[in-house]
C-alpha cells in the first residue's frame, strides 16, 4: 500500500474535525454558521481525498451510512442493567413517591430532583471508549440488548467521538432515547400507506422500527434524532449529579432533552410537571409524560433498585386527550397511488381544545379487527396532540341498528374495478387515469428519468391540472401553446420550448416509458428487466404471471402488479392513444447481446481496504452474476481480501473459504 503523505493526513484530519463540528451546529444547536454549499463543498473533498488514499477515521462523517445489510442483530451485554421506569398517574402518586424517597433515606428534608420531559422513543446505549464511539445496542431485557452500530451511526446528531471537554472519560456509556418528529412521521405513514405497506401506530413503532432495520441505509433515510439523559458505566470520571452530568453532555456536543429543571422538594416538581404539560403542545416530538430523578448520584446509589426498576425516578404520565363520539360515514378515500383508505366521518367533538370531526381507519383490515361501523360511539385519542385516531369502539351503546362498511369493488372515483393483491392489505385503483390520482402520476411520467419532458415541472403540472388543461397523460399531447400562454408564468418563448419538449418526449425507450407509466412495484430496474425480455409494449397486453416469474429477477408480487396493469383494458386503451398520437417506442434493450456473467452463482464477501470504493467493487461483482453478502459461511465460495483485513479473514480460515486479492477478482471477471 503506498505510504500517505503527511499533509494529506493532516487535511483529512483537519476535515474530519470540522465538518463533524458544523454537524453539531447543524443538528443539536439548530444554528449553523456556514453554507450549505460550503458544508457539501468541504464534504465533497473529504470523500476525494479518502477514496484516492484509503486513510479513513473512525469518526470521519463518511462512515455515518454505507455498510452493507446486516443479516442479523448481535447480542450486547449491558455492562450496568438498563432499568425501565415506575410510572404515576396522579400528583398523590407523585406525592407518594417523594415520601417512599424520604423514608428510604431515612431522612424529612426537601430533596432536590430533576425533571425532563419523557421522550416517546427507543432507549438506547452508546458505548464509548477513549472518546470513540464503538457500539451502541438497544435496552432489550434491560441487561442484553441488540448491537445497533452501524444504524445509530446514520443520526448526524450522534457525535462519532466526543469532543469540546477538557476531560473525557476512558469508558462511558450514553443512555438516551432515538425519536422522531411529529411530521417525519406523517410522512412515513403516508409512503407506506401509499405503497400498500402496514403504517406505524405511533411515533415510538416508527422510531423504534426504523432503527431496527437490517439495512442501515434504509435507517439513514429517516429523519431521526436522538436525546441523551442517562449514564450507565464509566470509568475515568466521577459525575456528582444528574443536572452535572447534563451539563456535561451539553459541552461534549451530545443532543440533551429539550428542557432539564432542577427542583428542591415535591411541590416545585409538581409545578414544574405542570408546566411541562402545557409547553408539550409546542413541542415537535410526542411526550407522553415527566420524568423525575434524585439529583444526587450518591443518594441514587444509597436508594438502589427493584428488580427492573430504579428506587430514585419515576415517570408521570399525562392523561390522554380523549373523547367519545360517533361514527356517521366510512367513506373509501383514493390517496395519490391509488390505494383506497377507509376514512370515517365524525359526529363534531372537542378533544384538547381542538374540533375533531374525521379519522383515517389506515386500512380495511384495521376496520374489521376494531370492529367499527357506522352509528358506533368510538373513543378517539389525539396522540401527540395532532393524529386523531380511533382506538376502539364503546360496544355497550350498540343498538343493532349499526351497519357493518364493505370494502368497495370499484373505485369511488373513477368506477374501475379494484384490486388487491394476496398478502397485502392495501385496496387499490390501478386505472392510472384516475381523476384522483392523475396530478401525482403526471409529474412522475414528465420527470427527468421517465419521459423527461423539460419544462413540465410540479408547479407546472399543478397549474395545469387546476385550469382542468390537463386531466391525463394524453392530455399532455393534446396541450397547444395558446393554451400554455394563458398561464401565469409563461411566454412566447417558454411557451414554444415546452410544445417542443412535449412532441420530443414522443419518441423513448421502452423501458423508459414503462417507468414512465408508474405500475406498482416497477420502478426504473424492473422497467428495464421488462424490456430486456419483451421487444414491444404489445407484447405485455394481457401478459400472464407465469410468463413473467420466469425472468429470474422478477418475483411474485411484483408479476401480479403488472398483470394486473395490462390486464385493465382502460389503461391498454390509454397506451394505444399515445401510440395514435405519435408515441415510439424504441427498444435497445431488447437488442443487446447477453452480457457474459463469469461470476454468475459464486457469493462474495469483502473485508479491508481497496483500491476502488467498496460499493463499486460490488457493483462489478453482481453485474457478473456474483452476490455479495456480508458475513462469511459455509455457504461463501470467496473472501475478496484488502489491505487491513477484519476478522472476517479468521473465520474465512477456519471455515476453508478461499480468499483471492482484488487483482485477482479482475481476472475472473475477464474470462469469457
Known amino acids: 500500500m503506498r505510504e500517505i503523505p503527511e499533509e494529506v493526513k493532516k487535511e483529512i484530519e483537519r476535515l474530519v474535525k470540522e465538518i463533524n463540528y458544523h454537524n453539531y451546529r447543524y443538528y443539536v444547536l439548530d444554528s449553523p454558521v456556514i453554507s450549505d454549499e460550503e458544508y457539501d463543498m468541504m464534504l465533497r473533498k473529504l470523500k ?42 396522579s400528583i398523590e402518586e407523585l406525592i407518594e413517591f417523594d415520601a417512599r424517597v424520604k423514608r428510604l433515606l431515612g431522612t424529612t428534608n426537601e430533596i432536590e430532583y430533576t425533571v425532563e420531559p419523557k421522550y416517546d422513543g427507543l432507549a438506547v446505549e452508546l458505548s464509548y471508549k477513549d472518546g470513540l464511539l464503538i457500539k451502541a445496542s438497544t435496552r432489550g431485557d434491560g441487561y442484553v440488548g441488540e448491537d445497533i452500530t452501524l444504524n445509530i451511526k446514520t443520526i448526524k446528531s450522534v457525535p462519532l467521538r466526543i469532543e469540546g471537554v477538557s476531560v473525557v472519560p476512558e469508558e462511558i456509556d450514553i443512555r438516551g432515547e432515538v425519536y422522531m418528529n411529529l411530521d417525519e412521521f406523517e410522512r412515513i405513514n403516508s409512503e407506506r400507506q401509499e405503497k400498500g405497506e402496514p403504517i406505524f401506530a405511533n411515533p415510538r413503532n416508527a422510531a423504534s422500527g426504523s432503527v431496527r432495520q437490517l439495512d442501515p441505509s434504509v435507517t439513514a433515510k429517516r429523519k431521526l434524532y436522538i436525546a441523551c439523559y442517562g449514564v450507565g458505566y464509566c470509568r475515568g470520571m466521577d459525575f456528582k449529579t444528574q443536572y452535572e452530568f447534563i451539563q456535561w453532555l451539553k459541552e461534549a456536543r451530545f443532543p440533551t432533552p429539550v428542557v432539564v429543571k432542577k427542583a428542591k422538594g415535591i411541590n416545585e416538581v409538581i409545578r414544574i410537571v405542570k408546566e411541562f404539560e402545557e409547553a408539550r403542545k409546542s413541542y415537535p416530538f410526542e411526550t407522553d409524560g415527566a420524568v423525575i430523578k434524585v439529583n444526587s448520584f450518591e ?8 428488580t427492573r426498576e430504579p428506587r430514585w425516578a419515576i415517570a408521570y404520565k399525562y392523561p390522554a386527550h380523549q373523547g367519545i363520539t360517533k361514527v356517521v360515514e366510512i367513506l373509501p378515500s383514493v390517496g395519490r397511488t391509488g390505494v383506497i383508505t377507509p376514512v370515517a366521518i365524525l359526529e363534531p367533538v372537542r378533544i384538547g381544545g381542538v374540533t375533531v370531526s374525521r379519522s383515517t381507519l389506515h386500512n380495511w383490515d384495521e376496520v374489521k379487527r376494531k370492529d367499527i361501523r357506522v352509528g358506533d360511539y368510538v373513543v378517539v385519542e389525539r396522540a401527540g396532540e395532532v393524529i386523531p385516531h380511533i382506538i376502539g369502539v364503546v360496544k355497550d351503546r350498540r343498538t343493532g341498528t349499526e351497519i357493518e362498511p364493505k370494502m368497495p369493488d370499484n373505485c369511488p372515483v373513477c368506477g374501475s374495478k379494484t384490486v388487491r393483491e394476496i398478502g397485502e392489505v392495501a385496496l387499490k385503483c390501478i386505472n392510472f387515469n384516475c381523476p384522483a390520482q392523475v396530478e401525482e402520476r403526471i409529474k412522475h411520467f414528465a420527470s427527468r428519468r421517465a419521459m423527461n419532458i423539460e419544462g413540465l415541472g410540479e408547479k407546472t403540472v399543478e397549474l395545469l391540472h387546476e385550469k382542468g388543461l390537463v386531466k391525463s397523460f394524453i392530455d399532455i399531447y393534446k396541450l397547444r401553446q395558446q393554451d400554455i400562454l394563458k398561464l401565469p408564468g409563461f411566454a412566447e418563448l417558454s411557451s414554444k420550448k415546452l410544445i417542443e419538449a412535449i412532441e420530443k418526449s414522443k419518441k423513448t425507450t421502452l423501458s423508459r416509458f414503462l417507468y414512465a ?52 383494458e382502460e389503461n391498454i ?12 417506442l424504441e427498444n435497445p434493450e431488447y437488442m443487446e447481446k447477453e452480457k457474459p456473467a463469469p461470476l454468475k452463482g459464486l457469493t462474495f464477501v469483502i473485508t479491508g481496504t481497496l483500491p476502488k470504493p467498496r460499493d463499486e467493487v460490488q457493483a462489478l461483482i453482481e453485474q457478473a452474476g456474483g452476490k455479495v453478502s456480508s458475513a462469511v459461511s459455509r455457504a461463501t465460495n470467496y473472501l475478496l481480501v484488502g489491505e487491513d483485513p477484519g476478522s472476517k479473514l479468521v473465520k474465512a480460515r477456519q471455515l476453508g473459504v478461499k480468499t483471492i486479492s482484488y487483482e485477482e477478482l479482475i481476472k475472473m471477471l475477464e474470462k469469457e
Not at 405485455?540 to 410468463?547: F, G, S
Not at 386503451?573 to 415510439?584: H, Y
Open 299 to 306: 443518594l441514587q446509589r444509597r436508594l438502589g433498585a427493584k
Open 48 to 89: 476525494e481525498l479518502e477514496e484516492k488514499w484509503g486513510y479513513i477515521l473512525p469518526d470521519s462523517p463518511t462512515q455515518r451510512v454505507g455498510a452493507p445489510p446486516s443479516e442479523k442483530f448481535e447480542k450486547v451485554e449491558h455492562r450496568e442493567p438498563m432499568l425501565s421506569l415506575d410510572n404515576a398517574f
Open 573 to 584: 386503451k390509454a397506451i394505444e392513444e399515445l401510440k395514435e398520437m405519435g408515441l415510439t
Open 517 to 568: 407509466l408508474g405500475i406498482s412495484q416497477v420502478g426504473e430496474y424492473a422497467a428495464k428487466l421488462l424490456a430486456q425480455n419483451f421487444k414491444n409494449i404489445e407484447d405485455l397486453y394481457y401478459v400472464k404471471i407465469q410468463k413473467l416469474i420466469q425472468i429470474p429477477q422478477v418475483g411474485e408480487k411484483t408479476a401480479r402488479a403488472i398483470e394486473q396493469f395490462f390486464s385493465n
